[in-house]
């Protein structure tokens, strides 16, 4: 019998360079389960002014998925406008309960269809694929999941164009549970001039190499110190108001007359008046708590392609650019490029101390989903 908790228990590595680093990575177990969530029309939605809700659900699963999943590590990756879980066998059917229950909320609160696709991870091995998964650690026990091998462009195609056979039946369950989800933070805004999310894939036979020369030069833009470019700025983040974290807040409710969303009230109450008065709650350190934010955010990630959200100056744009379409023109990689003043975060929160909290970046006005309207437009031609 396979590894339950192979995840939990991977050496993880602590300096992004090593995600070409065979020794890192493990086969995902036959008997787990890969689940791609994503927001339909997520597209005409963004471009619509609504990046904010695709944002906040797509960041969503991952909440329901972990809230099923109780303390137990897993592997996923936030992609903006929904995201990748994978699951082991004695988890998937509390994990669908909950995504099940999301996407009736994201139809009736936000008015987003949300497609929520389940592939067996041996019918992806069967077919000639495979899913490789290292661990990149972040801080203590909270890393970010590094994909490779292919795999999961595979269980993607298979569920988009098989959305009967694939997508996560109806099963009778209650209020999706949020627990720990916020996205209670103002967009923050760029400290050195653009906000870029990037989206990188290698076209060459040795991936490894295209995309280890791929961070060498963006380290070398960013003068050796690429973690310069991590756009959450402690000095350009602030909290957003009690009226508008309530009107927020109601959409993760199906209803207002419940324990959950009064506590959920409450909590709000006392974050404002601790992150935007600077009240000191005594129990904690909210100003070290909103520092710790940008070592425990996650961006910059791999699941068959590179994806970051870098903060940098027009310079280093033009630099990243030009170096791309260098790149690109010579048949070494696809890539998708997104311009804006500020990026999104939403908050994951177990707990303020340090390795129980994680937070999803993404560009503003649609971030990733818009870099990969180009990176798509590269693929077809």
């Not at 086969?27 to 791609?36: F, G, L, R, T, Y």
């Not at 999301?102 to 609160?109: D, F, M, N």
Request: proline share 2%.
């Amino acid at each position: 019998m396979q590894k339950t908790n192979f995840y939990e228990v991977m050496t993880a590595f602590t300096d992004f360079e090593s995600l070409t680093q065979d020794q890192y990575f493990a086969p995902v177990p036959n008997d787990w389960h890969v689940i791609i969530t994503d927001v339909k029309g997520s597209t005409k939605a963004i471009e619509a002014g609504r990046y904010k809700d695709v944002n906040t659900v797509g960041a969503a699963t991952i909440a329901c998925a972990q809230n099923a999943m109780k303390q137990e590590a897993f592997p996923f990756v936030f992609g903006g406008d929904g995201a990748t879980l994978l699951v082991p066998e004695h988890h998937l059917l509390a994990v669908t309960k909950e995504l099940v229950a999301l996407r009736s909320l994201s139809e009736k609160k936000f008015n987003l269809g949300l497609r929520v696709g389940i592939i067996k991870m041996q019918e992806i091995l069967d077919l000639g694929g495979k899913i490789e998964v290292a661990k990149y650690q972040l801080v203590g026990k909270k890393s970010v999941a590094i994909f490779r091998g292919g795999g999961l462009a595979l269980a993607e195609k298979k569920i988009k164009n098989s959305a009967d056979q694939y997508e996560a039946k109806l099963i009778e369950t209650s209020e999706a549970n949020l627990t720990g989800l916020s996205c209670r933070w103002k967009p923050i805004r760029s400290t050195h001039g653009k906000i870029i999310s990037l989206l990188v894939v290698s076209r060459e036979k040795d991936e490894a190499a295209t995309y280890h020369n791929v961070i060498q030069k963006l380290n070398e833009i960013f003068d050796g110190k690429l973690d310069a470019a991590n756009p959450v700025n402690l000095q350009a983040t602030s909290y957003k108001g009690l009226r508008q974290c309530l009107q927020e807040e109601m959409k993760y409710h199906s209803s207002l007359l419940t324990l959950s969303f009064l506590a959920r009230a409450f909590e709000i109450f006392m974050s404002v008046l601790i992150f935007k008065f600077n009240l000191n709650p005594l129990i904690f350190n909210p100003k070290k708590y909103a520092a710790s934010m940008k070592t425990h955010s996650d961006y910059r990630k791999f699941d068959d392609m590179l994806r970051m959200i870098l903060d940098c100056t027009h310079r280093q744009f033009e630099q990243i650019e030009n170096y791309l379409k260098e790149m690109y023109q010579e048949q070494k990689i696809y890539y998708g490029i997104h311009i804006s003043e500020d990026s999104l975060m939403t908050c994951l929160v177990q707990d303020v101390k340090d390795g129980e909290h994680i937070h999803f970046i993404d560009g503003g006005n649609g971030g990733y989903a818009m870099a990969a309207k180009q990176l798509k437009q590269q693929l077809k031609g």
